[in-house]
């Protein structure tokens, strides 16, 4: 993207309000942990601003974060089903960023044309204890489902 493309984008992001978002919530080993994501509709293409407190100390203190098939959130999370877009890595429709922790908080803001809104509506959002290889198959070797939350529309 152009300086002139990333601008718009700026000043569009501080004058929009999200199209959906998810709550996320540790499960039974780490209930502590909770957040916000929110999901900017940008045509084709969305905006993504995660905010979560209270990540676990790891080794590397570096999660796997992936938006998966089912909006369900039950027991240990494995409910939502795979990541969504089912494609072979590193091409999962729902594979993000991973998220880093600094005291057990991660901030990440990222623009993808992998989804637009209305494609995750309904599906979930999952932070796993090991960060995504994105390369390992199905999952990218990124471990233990450790938060989730459903994404909703606004």
């Known amino acids: 993207?152009?300086?002139?493309?990333?601008?718009?984008?700026?000043?569009?992001?501080?004058?929009?309000?999200?199209?959906?978002?998810?709550?996320?919530?540790?499960?039974?080993?780490?209930?502590?942990?909770?957040?916000?994501?929110?999901?900017?509709?940008?045509?084709?293409?969305?905006?993504?601003?995660?905010?979560?407190h209270n990540l676990p100390n790891t080794?590397?203190?570096?999660?796997?974060?992936?938006?998966?098939?089912?909006?369900?959130?039950?027991?240990d999370f494995s409910s939502s089903g795979g990541h969504y877009g089912g494609d072979m890595h590193p091409n999962h429709k729902g594979d993000m960023p991973v998220l880093f922790s600094g005291g057990g908080n991660a901030f990440l803001v990222f623009y993808t044309t992998r989804f637009n809104v209305d494609e995750v509506i309904n599906r979930s959002v999952i932070i796993h204890l090991d960060p995504d290889d994105f390369t390992s198959q199905p999952a990218g070797n990124s471990g233990m489902r450790i938060a989730c939350g459903l994404i909703k529309k606004l």
């Not at 909770?34 to 999901?39: A, M, P, R």
């Not at 080794?59 to 959130?73: A, L, P, R, S």
Request: charged fraction near 20%.
């Open 59 to 75: 080794k590397t203190n570096i999660f796997g974060f992936h938006i998966h098939e089912k909006g369900e959130c039950d027991g």
């Open 1 to 52: 993207m152009e300086q002139n493309e990333n601008q718009f984008l700026l000043e569009k992001l501080a004058n929009a309000k999200p199209s959906a978002y998810a709550l996320v919530e540790g499960g039974e080993e780490y209930t502590n942990i909770n957040g916000q994501i929110d999901f900017y509709d940008f045509g084709n293409s969305t905006i993504v601003v995660c905010s979560v």
